[in-house]
């Protein structure tokens, strides 16, 4: 969590940053505790305020800029938090997501969408017809809250329940109680906002049963949200903008026009195209967001996201590949290339343009002759490749002339993954002086709305470049590389999906054992209980003197004292059973009682 405070010339004249403490109480879960954040946020502000020796009066506006699709739900009477923040990394809700993914309302949407653009044509209705709910997404993992957390859903449905993202909680807490609300670009990724039609999606409340009233206001990025409650800080501040991080970035580097591209290399790699004022419906998973709305300003962005990037460069460290990730780049540069090594990032699966979850990581082309420099620069070279892949399918599909590429995040700072990138895409990339931008755009959006400055090009100037990375043309086998990357990217796609069936068939296996065991004994106790009700029924059936089949001392078929097939006493008959059954994968289909001559 960061704080910066930057005057009218852009300058920063001071930052203070504290930790965010993340809990994981059970495997797959990631929540943060909303009061220790609100808590933290409010001493970061008065910290970063005192630092500068300024009073809490000379502050013009405040934005904030947050991580998206985390949320948390709250009492809207006591403003007391019914749980911890759930946030976009966590998982909990990946059995929902299957279950609705698999679901007859899925296949009824899916199939209606496909009839729509069979009619009309429109790749809005394409893209709807294989529209799935992933966890990133704030709708599938809402869905689980409601119906999990006490009391959760009835006070929903009673009217007494906010949900926020965290965005939403900081403002409600700002101003008091007094605003429950967000912006385009924090509600737009969601999936319970419909970004075409700018509002939020009736379809999707409907089929998973969310109230409506729980929901915040929808404003604009930029404008008057609220002051803060002059208790907070000692005096009103007002809020003039609420954006999105990676919106923030891409706006702080000024890709304000179709055709601009921002990338995001942080811990996980972030991809957006500027699309202008048309969303676009993507068939390769790039997802249509709103990027911001500023009174009659409305862009719309493409993005789509590697969750491995700097978490690579981690993982060599946990590894013990160096000491230092700025290491990285003079241990790759050692050797002449990676010797055929190729290393495909997929520790949460392979996104866009596969998009297969179950894709595992792995190293492909491992020698007696690979050494620690080969499999350094075989990771660096995987973030190049996979930014290649992304942008490559992103560029065809979208048929947009690429005005210029930018890039942030703390894994830009590594030169040989820049200039990598830049010789195999085939662009320039620009790299700013102020690599971790992402707070400016906030910064630039609130000021604008406030005043304090009074156009985009007079904050045109506060951009600044550190580097150019130009594409050089290299014979050294670059393409081969690459064409050897994806194929790794598809052996493992293939693992996966070998690994996922392997288990599917063990389960089963040992499913069907099971049942096997416990139908063989209960198919001994029913032909055991069968055998008995049918004697009885039999016995108390037949008596000793005389009948039509059975005669005690003398007929056809059975005497009495002697016959062919039975015995009497003198009087008394007895019955032979027949029990027939037969079993189809374990299960009984069918038992007979004879009750006539043995057959």
Known sequence: MRCFLVDHDGKTLTS???????????AGHAEMDPEEFWLGFKDLVTQTISRAGLDVKDAKCLGITCQRNTFLLWHRETGRPLCNMITWQDRRASQTCKDWNASLQFKFLHTGASLLHFVTGSKRFLAASILLLITQQVAP??????????NALDLALAGKVCFGTIDTWLLWKLTGGKVHATDYSNISTSALFDPYQMQYSDLVLST??????????????????GHTDEDIFGAEIPITAIVSDQTSAMF????????????TLGTGMFLSFNTGRKAHASLTGFYPEIGWKIGEEL????????????????????FGLYSDPSQTAGIAEMVESSDGLCFVPAFDGIQVPHNDPTAAAGMIGLTHNTRK?????????????????????????LNLEVNRIRVDGGVCNNDFVMQLTSNIIGHTI????ESDITVYGAVFIAGLACGFWESKDEIKRFWKLDRTFDPVVDASGKGVMLDRWQYGCCVLIIVG??????????????VLAILEVVLAILEVVVVAILEVVALAILGGGHSGGSGADHAGGSGADHAGGSGADHAGGGGGGSARITISYCTRVGFVQGVVIGRRKCH
């Open 16 to 26: 203070h940053y504290l930790p965010v403490n993340v809990l994981h109480p059970k």
């Open 141 to 150: 993992r809402l869905y689980w809250a409601l119906n999990n957390y006490p």
């Open 208 to 225: 998973l049963g969310i109230p409506a009233s729980i929901l915040p206001n929808v404003k604009d990025t930029g404008g008057l949200f």
């Open 252 to 263: 702080a580097q000024g890709c304000w026009s179709p055709g601009d591209v921002k990338c």
């Open 299 to 318: 862009v719309y962005l493409a993005e789509a996201n590697f969750p491995s990037c700097g978490s690579v460069i981690q993982w060599g460290l946990n």
């Open 373 to 397: 420099e080969h499999m350094v620069r075989a990771l660096l070279e995987s973030i190049a490749y996979n930014f290649k892949q992304v942008f490559e399918a992103g560029k065809s599909e």
């Open 430 to 433: 620009e790299r700013p002086a």
């Open 497 to 510: 999906l070998m690994l996922e069936v392997v288990v599917q068939t063990m389960l089963e296996v040992v």
